[in-house]
């Protein structure tokens, strides 16, 4: 008899190895490498013999469509997250860290669609069925019509979920706690969430009913598994957020039904998750209009524009090599905008620490934030406030160049509507709106940038030589 040959797979990033070692040559984590019974997966098995394939029927795109294709939630940051709600038949797999509040907006979505006469399933793998009561009474959704269980097997689920009318949505909180009777292997171990992921988008497809997944992170951030799980699942959201803040950001990062990079903005309080209708008030709420170093960004996340002010402080050193500290932002852009500023404006930052942060644990993530940044870091050097009244936004190139964005006119509308009567643009913009009336410069060179702030002090200089 032949023997069964075992692999060791990485629990980190699903690489497979020939036998064990302390170390994985994939990701280069220590410890992660686990041993796993290859025939213990679906569709595996000692003398498995591989059955005749059946046809299928083949149909075309044209066609009625019996149900309404999405089920809207009432809670408008969530179906904006979503792109307009959860679609029938979809798997949506959320991420977060913990406590960051995944359980609890689930909750309130759940309670949600369950007044609105929807069957809602909620199964619980990580608290007993008493802890989640308590949460539910906490948020006003106890008397709701949410049908709830705590269990872990995903045959049992499945037979669970399968009984009776058809849910319209199916809450599986969390994915890292599920086990299969296919799998030979512990609950949370690549091959076991592989293979209920596997089963519960197996069984949205069939029945056409919403499945959200909720998912552990790592602690860089990334979705705890195999990397596998992000391309089967139809929408993959993060919950992002700061401790040390009360708002959230749910995040899409994939959307096979709506646009990605689109945002729901939510602030934590004691009764649960509230929505924020307009962030742009919330990230601006606490701004210093007389201080250098302050300036304020107009962005676009997914559809939605969003003003947020990018802080600076530039600061004479006594270290060898200046620190360079970033909260919000890639330090990898905040280095090369520092080469730009000196290579090409001569504004000497070699011998000053610089720190930088977005305004309220925000976090930007487009090119068009260069030229508030370089304003910030060029007000913070002189010790001149910028502007009140006045937005930047422009991605600035190695030459010096200020380059187009997309989107001006959504971001100029924004900032009008905040009370922002000027702006600093980049030249050339395609969607500029009609009416500018002054109030919007265009600028083509960031040399220009930085002698419109330093105005009538001409070169800038460091601190300890004016």
Known sequence: MAKVRTQFICQNCGTVHSRWAGKCDGCGEWNTIVEEDPMGGIGSGPGKVPKKG????????????EEAPRIHTGISELDRATGGGFVRGSAVLIGGDPGIGKSTLLMQAAAALSRRGHRIIYVSGEEAVAQVRLRAQRLDAASTDVLL?????VEDILATIGEGKRPDLVIIDSIQTLWSDTADSAPGTVTQVRTGVQAMIRFAKQTGAAMVLVGHVTKEGQIAGPRVVEHMVDAVLYFEGDRGHHYRILRTVKNRFGP???IGVFEMSDRGLREVSNPSELFLGERN????????????????????????????TSLGTPRRAVVGWDSSRLAMILAVLEAHCGVRLGQHDVY???????RIGEPAADMAVASALVSSLAGLALPADCVYFGEVSLSGAIRPVAHTAQRLKEAEKLGFSAAILPAGSADMPKGNGGRWTEIDSLPDLVARIAGSRGALRPAEDD
């Not at 930088?356 to 925000?362: E, F, S």
């Open 260 to 262: 990605t990079d689109e």
């Open 289 to 316: 209009e007389k201080a250098p170093g302050a300036a304020v960004f107009a962005g676009i996340e997914g559809t939605r524009p969003v003003l947020v002010e990018v802080q600076a402080l530039v600061a004479p």
């Open 149 to 153: 269980a705590a269990e872990t097997n």
């Open 356 to 362: 930088l942060n977005v305004a309220g644990g925000y």
């Open 54 to 65: 059946r046809a299928v029927t083949l149909t075309s795109l044209s066609g009625e469509i």
